[in-house]
């Protein structure tokens, strides 16, 4: 029903809306998380911070056009099923059927990009801190959808740690959450909590 070449075509553009935007704003957490960690008086290169960033980006718009892919593929398979199996059906109705999920992928794919924003920060956030030597956020950012928090840099003793940072306002959600050490009332309840990897794992510090 579709050219062979429709969906490595559909990915392509997925990817040029997709990657540029998760690049820029990886290594935009990077670079706030390179500043924050110069005001704490640590020094890193800034080149292989980048570099990780830009490969994070690579490879996560590899797996969110995986997802996206197998999505809207299963999606056109179950339109073009129901039309085989409408008696009566004809090639107009398939159209329309189809144009919503194949004409929106572009916008779909702005949505997508707009929903990991928090993600890809967070993450230019982490790589920046691992690059200094602080342990790996285990659980981060984003914690449902449209979540807006990010990641901060504490000392605790003589431990340098990642801690969960919100904007503790209104739109702070309330939602239980899954966490690795437990079940927690939402973002709120993990302001200021440790989320690096370590001995200070889910503790308010």
Same mark, same amino acid.
């Given at each position: =029903? ?20 998760? %690049? ?36 996560? %718009? /590899?797996?969110?056009?995986n ?17 085989? &199996?409408?008696p009566?059906? %004809? =090639?107009? /109705? ?5 144009l +919503? ?13 707009? %929903? &990991?924003?928090?993600?890809a !920060?967070?993450q230019?956030?982490n ?7 602080? +342990?790996p ?13 990010s ?13 969960? !940072? ?14 690795p050490?437990g079940t ?6 993990l ?7 370590g001995?200070h794992?889910?503790q308010?510090?």
């Open positions: =029903m579709l050219p062979s070449d429709f969906w490595p075509t559909e990915r392509d553009k997925l990817a040029a809306v997709i990657r540029p935007r998760l %690049t820029t704003l990886a290594l935009g957490g990077a670079f706030e998380g390179i500043q924050r960690l110069q005001g704490l008086g640590i020094f890193l290169d800034d080149d292989l911070v980048n570099a990780d960033a830009i490969a994070w980006a690579r490879q996560y %718009t /590899d797996d969110l056009l997802k996206l892919g197998t999505t809207s593929q299963r999606l056109v398979g179950d339109i073009i099923g129901n039309w085989a &199996e409408t009566g059906a %004809t =090639m107009g /109705d398939l159209e329309r059927a189809l +919503p999920v194949l004409d929106n992928n572009q916008v779909r794919a702005w949505r997508v990009a707009v %929903t &990991e924003t928090t993600r !920060y967070a230019g956030n790589i920046a801190h691992q690059r200094a030597g602080i +342990p956020a285990v659980y981060l950012p984003p914690a449902h959808p449209n979540c807006y928090c990641l901060h840099v504490k000392r605790v003793g003589a431990d340098w740690v990642q801690v969960w !940072y919100t904007n503790v306002d209104e739109k702070v959600c309330h939602q239980p959450l899954n966490t050490w927690v009332n939402g973002c709120r309840a302001e200021s909590v440790c989320v690096s990897a001995a794992l889910g308010k510090v």
